[in-house]
């Protein structure tokens, strides 16, 4: 956060902003500092109460963001010192306030190897990503600790990235942190390279799903999350630079910005998606995506190029067509295959079948969709039942278009989408 970025601003503002965009950054810190998830939890807690009882009376800080880490790092300290287990914790890892964490090789087993001066993992956020991919950590668990803590989102905002039951989700997270303290497992960064390599898949997931979040926001009033977009696409730039070339983290990254890339042309004035279709293809970065294309053609052409790669390979052909109707749709439906034949999936299957009704026609992609009403994942997706309508206007049964809109638009979303689905609902009524 810029240093100045408190001064002129009320501190429940500079609060707000700091928890949304920098809280992952604070527990990542906390965490790597006493190895322990609960204790940082509660510390960073408390640094956010201070910080709401002392900055309205004494002023915003200079660096908000410095100013909790200290306070959360004195309330973890306050906390281990009165707890006779935990002390012991402080002593093996020789932590003392206002220094550096430093864990000795005894406390290894708790606190994770040390990064030293950031050469191999050089972020906080991104050694507490591989430290959730613990093979002692369920692994549907680790997805879930990972998009919370890391990722900074909601447990709602969690469950629908995975398209899971809000409880589901929760009992996951449960389940994990009771694994993490019972076994003293560490959340950091293992010190086997090979071991690293097997733990990237999942990284690379959980910096998707905080990336798909961020843009296409699943709650409050922004259509588009820059601090999570922003916090992705950072991330993702720092394992592709750290993978030796790997074809994924190289794809990852080029499907991130040229997503991205047409940010500045998806909402109208008032914040309302505008849908690819009808965007204005004269607003999208051009900078981002001859990186993002560059990305591609390189990760592509390598012999592990997998589902990031071809997913960057679909995004590139949307870049490169000047108008919607240039699409290259058959390609793209080429690649939904190439994809399907590496796992199946309800969302891949549901992207494929709109490629096909854009390929072939809008009734043949709603006879698609169709097949997949069933599917759990679906059932309670807003973007599969507002697929559902647009295919059923543009075959002219507007009655059940109608329908499908108010679905949509009970499965929530950010406030610029549900303003957006409900004039698509109510145009469809008109319509019918």
């Known amino acids: 956060m810029d240093p100045a970025a408190g001064h002129g601003t009320a501190p429940d503002d500079v609060l707000a902003r700091v928890h949304r965009e920098e809280h992952s950054r604070l527990l990542a810190t906390l965490v790597r500092r006493f190895g322990d998830l609960d204790l940082a939890e509660d510390a960073a807690s408390e640094a956010m109460e201070a910080a709401l009882r002392t900055w309205p009376e004494r ?15 004195r309330s973890a300290l306050d906390r281990v010192r009165r707890d006779a287990i935990a002390a012991r914790r402080l002593a093996a890892l020789h932590v003392q306030e206002g220094s550096p964490a430093a864990p000795s090789a005894e406390a290894g087993a708790l606190a994770g190897p040390d990064l030293g001066d950031g050469e191999d993992l050089p972020d906080e956020r991104l050694a507490m990503l591989m430290g959730c991919c613990h093979p002692a950590i369920a692994p549907a668990d680790r997805i879930a600790l990972m998009l919370r803590f890391v990722g900074s989102l909601t447990t709602a905002e969690a469950a629908q990235a995975l398209l899971l039951p809000v409880p589901t989700l929760q009992a996951r997270i449960t389940r994990a942190k009771k694994r993490i303290a019972g076994a003293h497992i560490p959340l950091g960064v293992p010190a086997d390279p090979a071991e690293r390599e097997r733990r990237m898949p999942l990284v690379l997931r959980a910096i998707s799903l905080v990336f798909t979040e961020g843009y296409a926001a699943t709650s409050g009033d922004a259509p588009i999350r820059r601090e999570l977009t922003g916090e992705a696409i950072r991330l993702a730039r720092i394992v592709q630079r750290l993978s030796g070339g790997a074809a994924e983290p190289a794809g990852l990254l080029a499907l ?3 997503t991205d890339a047409r940010s500045p042309a998806r909402t109208d004035e008032d914040g309302v998606p505008i849908p690819l279709e009808d965007q204005d293809r004269a607003r999208w970065d051009r900078e981002a995506i001859g990186e993002g294309l ?9 012999p592990d190029a997998g589902r990031y790669s071809i997913q960057a390979s679909i995004a590139a052909l949307h870049a490169q067509a000047a108008r919607f109707e240039e699409t290259d749709w058959p390609q793209i439906v080429v690649l939904y295959d190439l994809l399907l034949a590496r796992g199946d999936d309800p969302v891949v299957r549901m992207n494929r079948a709109i490629a096909v009704g854009r390929a072939r026609g809008p009734a043949e992609g709603l006879a698609l969709l169709e097949q997949l009403a069933e599917e759990p994942e679906l059932r309670a997706h807003s973007p599969f039942h507002a697929a559902l309508a647009l295919f059923r206007e543009e075959t002219a049964q507007h009655g059940r278009a109608v329908e499908d809109w108010t679905r949509a638009l009970e499965l929530g979303g950010s406030e610029g989408e549900r303003r957006f689905l409900e004039r698509r609902r109510d145009a469809a009524r008109a319509r019918a």
Request: aromatic fraction near 4%.
């Open 59 to 73: 002023g915003v800080p200079a660096t908000p963001l410095a100013w909790l880490t200290t306070a959360a790092t």
């Open 294 to 302: 560059a990305l591609v053609e390189r990760a592509a052409a390598m």
């Open 256 to 258: 991130l910005l040229l």
